[in-house]
């Protein structure tokens, strides 16, 4: 069939035209063998200019389009739907980017009009060899899984379960409720934060669509988008779930007593234990490491002595499973950056140097003083200071601000002052004050008239160096006060560093499991900073939270409803749409060699014995071409990337170079 | 041919190094003309035809660029690709081609910043090594 061929270069307003000379680029494409037509227009991706395509296909009998525009991962759909508007299968399309690649990165004028014109002709050459596909439509299976039980993946699920979906919650921790729970109060508002959160944990474990497993991780997944198998490891409670009432009189017999996690080591609690009472599951879970009998083979088994409800079970083994769901939400939330690096600020020195989750530790009514703000040594500290930015908007650690700091410095502000007294002096040490959010800006005015002081300038080091007698005894906070240029030395009792929000230890293994990436910043990586926050270039795996980039509350509820609505989407419709730019042997070429099918990560390929050649399973595929790149026979090929089509983009890019 | 600029055909990876380009453009990262991206799905797909072939047909330069060891969107497309280039470099000097004229790198999705470095060194490093006369040798 004789290809006819019709061309159009955006403008894009000036980001294309300002540098490249379309015109010259469109009448330089009219010369090419095949093609029809050749414009250009102000906007290819608005309405009249997608229209503009679909009346030349009717008018001009075309068979192929190519666009020269923008990035083909913005609007490369656009232009498909458009050609399949006017009954031209979208494959046919092919797409040059001389924006990005050109005209935002050339210097000079002629050389990016050279250059979108080679791009052009590559498109041109290649778009001559494609061939008609159609996307296969699969079915998506409804359950959602959700991972991570913060409150990213407690609003994810609750959000879905009200959608009548199946959710299935995995938390590697024996219960839910993430960082948010440890907290006191929250900012602005000063809302209790267990008061907020505990109603969503409890609606989580008593909801009938969503099935929780605490203490449990995911070590695998498989399969694609709408079709996802997932692997799941219990660990081992050493505790009967169903059976435990979660009385309590287990960890009163424990002998054993280790640091608290939960508390940020600031108490102890036994090698039998519950984060805290209000925890869901209520369930108690046994630290096999640090437990007498399990850990340390020694005798004990008091705590299955004393259990009534017979629920301590010592021969609990780790139990894997599968779950088969159609979209993934990755809720694994954020680290909480160990400030000892910084030995300026002496943490881990000095026993009065706190980070900001240990000092919201110190307030919490179920924490290690009961609520109190006290000093090691029992008393009420008569000043306090407060270090902003602490391994965050720091280039030595993390570049990026926390967004968090700011605002629950100004908490803790208020907080001493309401539980340690009103004379209590409060120092806040910033760079900027970032109080961006909706009742922010408000609270800080507030702080402000409650007498807390703010003083412009990173500390240069905390030491217990008394240079004078009011110093005695103290920590001193030495510091520039950058709007006035004089140096200070501030002695105080307690001093609270709001270390930065950091990508968990663990988020290499999670991004790998998942197929998703790390930004710079180690967060998970989003489809698009702006307009895609809670996608991922793996289809079906979304984000909520922060494991996507520091966050509060509001923000992080709202990015996992979000989430969980993308979510619902895919389920809902039941069906999406899957490439269809996967591999395929041609029975005809192939030896038999076997090579692909030890190289193909996904066994997509297997090999049939009556016909002596390999096969590959298209539903499984995913069209990466580890077959096709290897094939010696050339059987193997990739649609829509095959050898034809990639030889002659590769003599479009040079025919006009050399 | 004595001025000619240099022609780098660059095969790289729809999800790393072609997303790093995407950010290098939005960020207005300027960059010599001479590099012309082709967009693969994987590094693990690149035929070591499409290499030599980019070479016989002229091109001063190849570079292949994916994700990360580790990153890879297919799971490890990239350390297949990392084992084809070390085959062309054996190969590509029978030839007539100096193996320098091929390389690799790896940038990642978030690394707009090192991509237009890389593409900045790549085509300074080219020149410095002169054109491929390769075609011309053939045509006579």
Redesign the interface.
């Known amino acids: 069939m004789q290809r006819r061929i019709g061309f159009y270069v955006c403008h894009c307003g000036t980001n294309i035209a300002g540098k490249v000379a379309v015109e010259e680029v469109a009448a330089f494409v009219r010369t090419l063998k095949n093609v029809v037509v050749a414009r250009s227009y102000k906007f290819m991706c608005s309405d009249p200019g997608q229209e503009m395509i679909q009346k030349d296909i009717r008018d001009f009998n075309l068979n192929r389009v190519v666009v020269a525009s923008c ?3 913005l609007h490369e759909k656009t232009f498909q739907s458009a050609c399949e508007r006017a009954k031209l299968n979208p494959y046919y399309f092919q797409m040059a ?1 001389i ?4 005209s ?5 004028p002629a ?2 009009t ?2 979108a014109k ?2 052009a002709a ?1 498109a041109i050459n290649r778009v001559n060899h494609h061939e008609k596909l159609w996307a296969r439509e699969v079915n998506v299976h409804p359950d959602i899984l959700v991972v991570g039980g913060g409150i990213a993946g407690i609003q994810a699920s609750l959000d879905i379960a009200r959608a009548d979906r199946q959710v299935y919650l995995v938390e590697k921790e024996p219960s839910i409720g993430g960082h948010m729970v440890q907290f006191d109060k929250t900012f602005p508002t000063l809302d209790c934060a267990a008061c907020i959160s505990t109603p969503k944990t409890v609606a989580v474990s008593q909801s009938p669509k969503i099935k929780l497993f605490s203490y449990s991780e995911v070590v695998e997944v498989s399969g694609f988008v709408g079709n996802y198998t997932v692997k799941v490891r219990s660990k081992p409670r050493y505790v009967n779930e169903e059976r435990c009432t979660g009385c309590g009189q287990c960890a009163e017999v424990c002998p054993v007593s280790v640091p608290n996690d939960f508390d940020e080591g600031l108490s102890q609690r036994k090698a039998i234990y519950r984060n805290f009472p209000q925890s869901v599951p209520s369930v108690f879970t046994i630290d096999a490491k640090n437990c007498r009998l399990l850990g340390q083979h020694k005798k004990c088994g008091l705590c299955a002595k004393t259990c009534q409800a017979k629920a301590i079970d010592y021969k609990q083994k780790v139990r894997e499973f599968e779950l088969k769901v159609g979209s993934i939400i990755v809720a694994t939330g954020f680290g909480v950056m160990d400030p000892s690096p910084l030995k300026q600020y002496g943490y881990g020195r000095f026993e009065e140097v706190y980070t900001g989750l240990e000092f919201e530790r110190l307030n919490n009514a179920v924490g290690p003083t009961g609520g109190q703000i006290l000093t090691k040594k029992g008393k009420k500290p008569e000043s306090v200071g407060i270090i902003h930015c602490v391994g965050s908007r720091d280039v030595n650690h993390h570049e990026y601000c926390s967004r968090v700091c700011c605002m629950y410095a100004l908490k803790y502000g208020h907080l001493i002052k309401e539980k340690a007294g009103h004379d209590t002096r409060v120092y806040n040490f910033y760079i900027d004050m970032r109080c961006f959010g909706k009742g922010y800006e408000e609270f800080y005015r507030r702080l402000q008239e409650e007498k807390v002081t703010f003083i412009r300038g990173r500390p240069a080091e905390i030491t217990d160096q008394a240079e004078s007698p009011v110093e005695r005894g103290k920590l001193v906070i030495v510091a520039e006060d950058t709007l006035s240029g004089r140096l200070l030395r501030v002695p105080v009792d307690m001093v609270i560093l709001c270390s930065a929000m950091e990508a968990r230890a663990e988020a ?1 293994e999670v ?2 499991i998942f ?1 998703i ?5 180690g967060f998970f ?1 989003e489809e698009h900073p702006k307009l895609g926050p809670m996608t991922t ?2 289809d079906g795996v979304f984000l909520a939270g922060a494991c996507q980039g520091p966050k509060d509350i509001p923000d992080t509820v709202s990015h996992a409803s979000g989430a969980a609505a993308q979510a619902l989407a895919l389920s809902t419709r039941g069906k999406v749409q899957i490439s269809p ?1 996967v591999s395929y042997i041609d029975p005809d070429l192939c030896a038999g060699c076997r090579g692909c099918i030890k ?1 193909c ?2 066994s997509a390929i297997e090999f049939d014995e009556r016909r002596g050649v390999s096969v590959v399973n298209e539903a499984l595929c ?5 077959c ?3 094939c010696p026979s050339g059987a193997a090929r ?1 649609r829509h ?1 095959s ?1 034809r089509q ?2 002659a ?3 479009g ?2 025919d006009s ?2 | 041919m004595g001025d ?1 600029e240099p ?1 780098i ?1 660059a095969f790289v990876c ?3 190094t ?2 790093a ?2 950010l ?3 960020s ?4 010599p ?1 001479n590099v ?7 590094t ?7 290499v030599i ?2 070479l016989l ?3 001063d330069a190849v570079l292949i660029s994916g ?1 990360h060891p ?2 890879c ?5 990239n350390l ?2 990392r084992r ?1 280039v070390r085959l062309l470099k054996e190969i590509l000097p029978r030839f007539g081609i100096d193996e320098r004229r091929l390389k690799m790198t790896w940038i ?4 707009g910043i090192d991509f ?1 470095n890389t593409i900045k060194e790549l085509v300074a490093e080219i020149k410095q090594l002169g054109l491929n006369d390769l ?1 011309q040798k053939m045509i006579l």
């Open positions: 990035s083909p991962r980017c924006r990005e690649h050109c935002w990165v050339t210097e000079d050389e990016a050279e250059k080679a791009l590559a290499p991004a790998r197929g990436n790390q930004g710079g910043d990586l270039p793996t730019t190289l990560p996904y995913k069209g990466c071409g580890s096709a790149g290897f990739v990337f050898a990639l030889f983009e590769i003599e890019l040079l170079a050399v | 000619r022609t055909i729809n999800w790393c072609y997303t380009a995407d290098a453009g939005t207005r990262l300027v960059q003309p012309r991206m082709i967009r693969m799905m994987c693990g797909m690149i035929d070591t035809k499409y072939k980019a047909e002229g091109a994700c580790g990153d969107h297919y799971i490890n497309g297949k690709a084809r990642g999705a978030s690394e237009a075609r």
